[in-house]
């Protein structure tokens, strides 16, 4: 694993103006839309963002283009892994990285509209929420339509993993999964590929903490543009809702009381860095 740029950002302590977001972007073979990923993400309407690109061993030219034009941003950082290990572990990098007082997945295929970043703070920065996730089922913004037995699959996925953790969520499986930087750090990740989301799940389930959901919209690709999750990802997930959220909802927190005074505070020092 390298970090191109620059090394001192690896030690947050030296950062006094730690931004209000990290955003963590996994990407494997997305030449085709990685630059304007980048550009979207940094257009979104959040004043003190960084990216923290992970490229998890690509061999399409997509780190290549990670040496130049919109990458080159300073508000970008870009870590290499040398070869494929999956999302998960691209995740675990990424997080391992960001410096922002919330954290949020962003995929590289632009399937996930960094317009919606505003909304899926909201509850954080009001100090509501310690993790929001971007719902495509909970009646958002617009929406590709495509796959009708892919959407049957994900919401069948959410009911097992919901069934587990006992949280009623609407899309376990989304890439919008926002946090509270700390929380993260609580939270021992092992799964290397896409069972990465249902062990989230399980383990956010497992703090006790308050998880909100939003509606997002959802601009799906099809497999002749790239699309790459397939059957043996829905058996994996199924294997892994069951792995981490058994353990999980046997030794579940209660929800943690919070003090509105608090949440308050760090509110009112976020708000004004989000328009
Ligand atoms: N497929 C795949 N994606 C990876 C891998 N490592 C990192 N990623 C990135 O993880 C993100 C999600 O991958 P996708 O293949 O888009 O998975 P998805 O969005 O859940 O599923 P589809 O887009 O529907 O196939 C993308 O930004 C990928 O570039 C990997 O090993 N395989
Ligand atoms: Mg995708």
């Given at each position: 694993m390298l970090a191109?740029?620059?090394?001192?950002?690896?030690?947050?302590?030296?950062?006094?103006?730690?931004?209000?977001?990290?955003?963590?972007?996994?990407?494997y073979n997305e030449r085709a839309t990685i630059h304007s990923a980048l550009?979207?993400?940094?257009?979104?309407?959040?004043?003190?963002?960084?990216?923290?690109?992970?490229?998890?061993?690509?061999?399409?030219?997509?780190?290549?283009?990670?040496?130049?034009?919109?990458?080159?941003?300073?508000?970008?950082?870009?870590?290499?892994?040398?070869?494929?290990?999956g999302k998960g572990a691209a995740l675990r990098t990424g997080f391992h990285e960001a410096r922002?007082?919330?954290?949020?997945?962003?995929?590289?295929?632009?399937?996930?509209?960094?317009?919606d970043?505003?909304?899926?703070?909201?509850?954080?920065?009001?100090?509501?929420?310690?993790?929001?996730?971007?719902?495509?089922?909970?009646?958002?913004?617009?929406?590709?339509?495509?796959y009708y037995?892919?959407?049957?699959?994900?919401?069948?996925?959410?009911t097992v993993s919901n069934m587990v953790t006992d949280l009623n969520?609407?899309?376990?499986?989304?890439c919008y999964k926002a946090f509270r930087r700390?929380?993260?750090?609580?939270?021992?990740?092992?799964e290397d590929r896409f069972g990465i989301e249902p062990e989230i799940t399980a383990k956010v389930a497992q703090l006790g903490v308050r998880v909100y959901e939003v509606p997002i919209s959802y601009h799906g690709r099809t497999y002749a543009e790239g699309k790459k999750i397939g059957l043996k990802d829905a058996f994996r997930a199924i294997y892994?809702?069951?792995?981490?959220?058994?353990?999980?909802r046997a030794a579940r927190r209660p929800v943690p009381w919070r003090p509105d005074d608090a949440s308050a505070a760090s509110a009112e020092d976020s708000r004004a860095d989000v328009s």
């Amino acid at each position: 694993m390298l970090a191109i740029r620059p090394a001192s950002w690896h030690e947050p302590e030296t950062m006094p103006d730690r931004p209000t977001l990290s955003v963590v972007m996994p990407a494997y073979n997305e030449r085709a839309t990685i630059h304007s990923a980048l550009r979207r993400v940094l257009d979104a309407p959040v004043d003190s963002i960084e990216i923290v690109v992970v490229d998890d061993g690509s061999t399409d030219g997509t780190r290549e283009l990670l040496t130049r034009g919109v990458a080159l941003d300073p508000r970008v950082r870009v870590i290499l892994h040398d070869k494929n290990r999956g999302k998960g572990a691209a995740l675990r990098t990424g997080f391992h990285e960001a410096r922002g007082r919330f954290v949020v997945v962003q995929d590289a295929d632009l399937e996930y509209d960094p317009s919606d970043f505003a909304q899926l703070l909201e509850p954080l920065i009001e100090g509501r929420a310690d993790v929001v996730y971007g719902s495509r089922f909970a009646g958002g913004g617009a929406h590709r339509v495509l796959y009708y037995w892919h959407s049957v699959a994900n919401q069948w996925l959410t009911t097992v993993s919901n069934m587990v953790t006992d949280l009623n969520l609407t899309d376990m499986e989304t890439c919008y999964k926002a946090f509270r930087r700390e929380l993260l750090d609580e939270i021992h990740l092992e799964e290397d590929r896409f069972g990465i989301e249902p062990e989230i799940t399980a383990k956010v389930a497992q703090l006790g903490v308050r998880v909100y959901e939003v509606p997002i919209s959802y601009h799906g690709r099809t497999y002749a543009e790239g699309k790459k999750i397939g059957l043996k990802d829905a058996f994996r997930a199924i294997y892994c809702i069951v792995r981490y959220g058994v353990p999980a909802r046997a030794a579940r927190r209660p929800v943690p009381w919070r003090p509105d005074d608090a949440s308050a505070a760090s509110a009112e020092d976020s708000r004004a860095d989000v328009s």
